[in-house]
């Protein structure tokens, strides 16, 4: 009897098979049936049971049985951003032979790339989200933050002080006297409110403990907007 959806058969005593598994069902949202094939192998006696040891096998509506890197492929054919996969199979030179190769290299050595799997995602593998990137992406934003406020801080009074090398307070009284009312706009920063020396020592400080919000994930958002406009307030004077 062929199955109304396309089954993916697959090793039932393998935990890499098993964990994989799980992610391609995921990705697949419950379009590719599967099942091990110690359980269903005797409904398709046309295959040998030693294949079905070697690779998956993805038995279609019409009867059709793809094996390995291309039964892999063709099950992820209606996943989008996947479905290049089954196109460059049938249409690149050398990407089948070479998804074929791999795929054996994998299957001979499912042990090893089960640990590996489970070193680098653990168990429970789970569709792409960016996440991590982005999680990582936001710490690394805090950390250059933080050395930016840090690293003003111990200079910013000789830079821009009241006795500074260019006084911020002179600086912001030249800019309203060129451009007037346009100031604000043309020089976006918060020291149009004051510029003295300990509001400029205090900016860093509140710029540093924002960067360790955005660090630490400690409202972070709220974290990032005003270390944005305390660093945007800096450069604009300094």
Same mark, same amino acid.
């Given at each position: ?9 697959? *090793? +039932? *005593? $393998?935990?890499?098979? !098993? ?11 419950? !379009? ?16 040998? %049971?030693?294949?079905? =040891? %070697? ?10 049985? #793809?094996?390995?890197?291309?039964? /892999?492929? !063709?099950? #992820? /054919? ?9 196109? @460059? ?15 054996? =290299? ?28 982005? !999680? ?5 934003? +805090? ?8 690293? &003003?801080?111990?200079?910013? =009074? ?11 307070? @002179? ?9 007037? /009312?346009?100031?604000?706009?043309? &020089? ?7 510029? +003295?020396?300990?509001? #400029?020592? &205090?900016? $860093?400080?509140? +710029?540093?403990?924002?960067?360790? /919000? ?10 990032? @907007? ?11 004077? $300094?």
């Amino acid at each position: 009897m062929l199955p109304i959806a396309p089954l993916l058969i697959f *090793d +039932g *005593d $393998c935990s890499f098979c !098993r964990i994989w598994l799980g992610y391609w069902q995921k990705l697949t949202n419950g !379009r590719i049936a599967a099942a091990p094939f110690q359980e269903v192998a005797g409904q398709f006696p046309n295959i040998p %049971r030693e294949n079905f =040891q %070697r690779a998956v096998h993805l038995i279609l509506p019409d009867g059709e049985a #793809l094996t390995a890197a291309h039964a /892999a492929f !063709r099950s #992820l /054919a209606d996943v989008p951003g996947y479905g290049w996969m089954l196109w @460059a199979y049938h249409h690149v030179p050398g990407f089948a032979g070479a998804s074929e190769f791999f795929y054996r =290299q994998i299957a001979a050595h499912r042990n090893f790339f089960y640990y590996v799997t489970v070193f680098l995602w653990g168990k429970h593998l789970e569709p792409a989200t960016y996440g991590i990137a982005t !999680r990582w992406f936001l710490r690394c934003l +805090g950390v250059i933050y933080l050395i930016a406020f840090l690293s &003003l801080e111990v200079q910013i =009074q000789g830079l821009i002080g009241a006795r500074g090398i260019l006084p911020a307070a @002179a600086f912001l009284d030249a800019v309203r006297g060129f451009y007037g /009312a346009s100031s604000w706009l043309r &020089l976006p920063t918060l020291f149009w409110l004051g510029a +003295g020396d300990t509001v #400029l020592k &205090l900016t $860093c400080v509140a +710029g540093a403990l924002a960067s360790f /919000a955005i660090i630490g994930n400690f409202a972070r958002r709220a974290a990032l @907007a005003i270390a944005f406009v305390l660093y945007l307030s800096l450069v604009a004077v $300094c």
